[in-house]
């Protein structure tokens, strides 16, 4: 097959599934296109099946806000028609699926083809920017009109039914995971760098929205240095960081505290990690915690959105309501008190992973993808 991927080329969840649900299919034999506004962060490899095309969005003074929608739309037609594409699958509702919509219809006026658009969910574009009254009317219109719409976890399945008038069927394909790529070896001096003498490793990664509540990682760390030695990985950025930053100054904790900035290469650094904290007050899925689980680290996370999905209490980690700091430092405490217990959950959270492997979900996009690609271009059994 020929399939158009849509998405946000960022460090972003819906970004990184896009990209890497990209290069998997391309490894299967199909022809994956690109298009978007700059190279997808996890486009690191070549491949003679992968193809990018950028967005370029023209500026002129009349313009303060460049119309990107509408480059984009122009774009998927350029990319539908010289490239013969069998589908476009995009990523993340706003703008990508009403700009699919403008496209399907350009292309099925220029050469009668009825281009099939499949729409995946991610959370925020229904949880946070689809719900605003700006947005509202063309998110519900644009998900309506996809051919197939997918959500990546069944919370985010039903918050899209309360938030809009959907009136096709929703089906959920959970986020997947690389296993073989972040179930490495730890890399000893890489550890020894960051923990010299051998102190615990716990790790957040995120884009340091407000919604993530990075504030209170620092303060579980804080609680957790008290009891023991350990260090604290806090990897991306956002407009919290500084604040977290001074946090971690104010707490006295800063020296065992590393901001480490984007990363790409996360499974070095999950490899090496024993608790992976995530506090955010909603996640629809938490891809971020199933590749820490992959890597055999232990999830203490909120018992918010999706998480509950993936994190099962008391075996793959421990879950606590939003803003219990103290519940999530107790948990932690007491997992590191406990080698034993604490080696059982990492083997634990690997296990769940596996259930996510992106070889058990690809097969279910590609039966998706069948259903509406031209016959002679399936080749899906």
Request: aromatic share 8%; charged share 25%; with cysteine.
């Amino acid at each position: 097959m020929r399939i158009g991927i849509v998405c946000y080329p960022t460090f972003g969840g819906s970004g990184v599934l896009a990209t890497e649900l990209g290069k998997a299919l391309a490894d299967e034999g199909h022809q994956v296109h690109f298009i978007t506004y700059q190279q997808p962060v996890r486009l690191n490899v070549f491949n003679a099946n992968i193809f990018y095309h950028e967005v370029r969005v023209p500026t002129y003074p009349l313009f303060d806000y460049p119309p990107y929608e509408v480059a984009l739309a122009s774009t998927m037609v350029d990319v539908i028609v010289n490239h013969d594409l069998d589908l476009l699958h995009v990523h993340y509702a706003i703008p990508h699926a009403s700009a699919a919509y403008l496209a399907k219809q350009i292309v099925k006026q220029k050469n009668g083809r009825d281009i099939p658009v499949i729409t995946t969910l991610h959370g925020t574009d229904i949880t946070l920017v689809g719900r605003d009254k700006t947005y509202e009317p063309v998110v519900t219109f644009s998900i309506n009109e996809s051919d197939a719409i997918t959500a990546v976890s069944e919370n985010l399945r039903e918050e899209t039914y309360k938030s809009f008038a959907i009136t096709k069927n929703i089906e959920v394909i959970h986020n997947f995971v690389d296993v073989t790529r972040f179930n490495k070896k730890p890399i000893d001096a890489f550890r020894k760098v960051i923990a010299p003498n051998g102190e615990k490793i716990l790790i957040h990664a995120s884009n340091f929205r407000k919604v993530k509540r990075v504030d209170d990682v620092v303060k579980v760390f804080a609680a957790v240095r008290k009891e023991m030695p350990a260090k604290l990985l806090m990897v991306g950025d956002g407009p919290e960081r500084p604040a977290t930053e001074e946090l971690a100054r104010r707490l006295g904790v800063d020296e065992d505290v590393r901001f480490l900035g984007k990363q790409e290469q996360m499974e070095d650094i999950l490899a090496v990690s024993d608790i992976f904290i995530l506090p955010s007050e909603y996640e629809s899925f938490g891809l971020a915690a199933l590749e820490a689980m992959a890597a055999k680290a232990v999830v203490i996370s909120t018992n918010a959105g999706g998480l509950s999905e993936i994190n099962i209490q008391n075996e793959t980690g421990f879950m606590t309501n939003v803003g219990d700091v103290e519940a999530m430092s107790r948990f932690t405490i007491e997992l590191l008190r406990d080698e034993s217990r604490l080696s059982t959950m990492k083997e634990k959270a690997y296990e769940q992973a596996c259930r996510f492997d992106i070889r058990n979900i690809i097969p279910v996009y590609e039966k998706l993808y069948s259903r509406y690609c031209r016959m002679e271009m399936c080749g899906i059994d």
